[in-house]
């Protein structure tokens, strides 16, 4: 595999993850509802963590979100959250780079792949990432530990910019607590895809 195809497949992982996840936020929504609580939210966390860069697969649950009585969530306003998921996978690669202690990827590499992403679309409104690319670069070259990787910035969204979705009640609970579980597994799955990637030993 050449430099070209390696940056490709760092970027369509990450970007294939951050879709992923976004859309797997959707889905624990519209089964929380009242007409769906016989759909198991085990299901959703299933399909989704299987292979983290088919947000597609979600199809075979039968359901679609478009249709579905999600209301905020399919308005513009929410699609922000999908390019902040994006970001927020981007500005780590550097600590999978790190992790993969086998691989020959340069640095150089590692930031056009966090350029690429960025052409797809970022978005950190009034930082509420606090990881930046040039600061994950530092604490990798210092072996400084990772940051956890938790859903305090999407609380933070959904309380300063959500309409309905800040409101108090159970749906609203119950996606806070399901995006608790997702966010940890989500990113874990996804380094340790790209650390295989990153050391050439993914189709092995």
Same mark, same amino acid.
């Given at each position: 595999? !050449?430099?070209?195809?390696?940056?490709?497949?760092?970027?369509?992982?990450?970007?294939?993850?951050?879709?992923?996840?976004?859309?797997?936020?959707?889905?624990?929504?519209?089964?929380?509802?009242?007409?769906?609580? =016989?759909? =198991?939210?085990?299901?959703? %966390?299933?399909?989704?963590?299987?292979?983290?860069?088919?947000?597609?697969?979600?199809?075979?649950?039968?359901?679609?979100?478009?249709?579905?009585?999600?209301?905020?969530? @399919?308005?513009? @306003? %929410?699609?922000?959250?999908?390019?902040?998921?994006?970001?927020?996978?981007?500005?780590? &690669?550097? %600590?999978?780079?790190?992790?993969?202690?086998?691989?020959?990827?340069?640095? =150089?590499?590692?930031?056009?792949?966090?350029?690429?992403?960025?052409?797809?679309?970022?978005? @950190?409104?009034?930082?509420?990432?606090?990881?930046?690319?040039?600061?994950?670069?530092?604490?990798?070259?210092?072996?400084?530990?990772?940051?956890?990787?938790?859903?305090?910035?999407?609380?933070?969204?959904?309380?300063?910019?959500?309409?309905?979705?800040?409101?108090?009640?159970?749906?609203?609970?119950?996606?806070?607590?399901?995006?608790?579980?997702?966010?940890?597994?989500?990113?874990?799955?996804?380094?340790?895809?790209?650390? @295989?990637? &990153? =050391?050439?030993?993914? !189709?092995?």
């Amino acid at each position: 595999m !050449n430099d070209d195809d390696i940056v490709q497949r760092i970027v369509d992982i990450t970007d294939g993850a951050a879709e992923s996840l976004f859309l797997a936020l959707k889905y624990c929504y519209l089964v929380s509802d009242a007409d769906f609580y =016989n759909i =198991n939210v085990k299901d959703i %966390f299933r399909i989704g963590l299987s292979d983290i860069t088919r947000p597609d697969s979600f199809r075979c649950l039968g359901l679609s979100p478009e249709r579905g009585n999600i209301g905020e969530m @399919n308005g513009e @306003n %929410f699609a922000q959250v999908q390019e902040i998921i994006r970001y927020s996978f981007a500005v780590r &690669l550097p %600590f999978a780079r790190r992790d993969a202690i086998d691989s020959t990827v340069k640095e =150089n590499q590692i930031k056009l792949a966090y350029e690429l992403l960025g052409e797809y679309g970022f978005a @950190n409104p009034e930082g509420l990432v606090p990881l930046t690319f040039k600061s994950s670069v530092w604490l990798a070259k210092t072996k400084k530990p990772e940051p956890q990787y938790d859903t305090e910035w999407f609380r933070s969204w959904v309380y300063t910019y959500g309409v309905e979705l800040s409101a108090i009640n159970n749906r609203n609970m119950f996606l806070l607590g399901c995006a608790d579980a997702l966010f940890p597994l989500y990113y874990a799955a996804l380094k340790e895809r790209l650390v @295989n990637e &990153l =050391n050439g030993t993914e !189709n092995e």
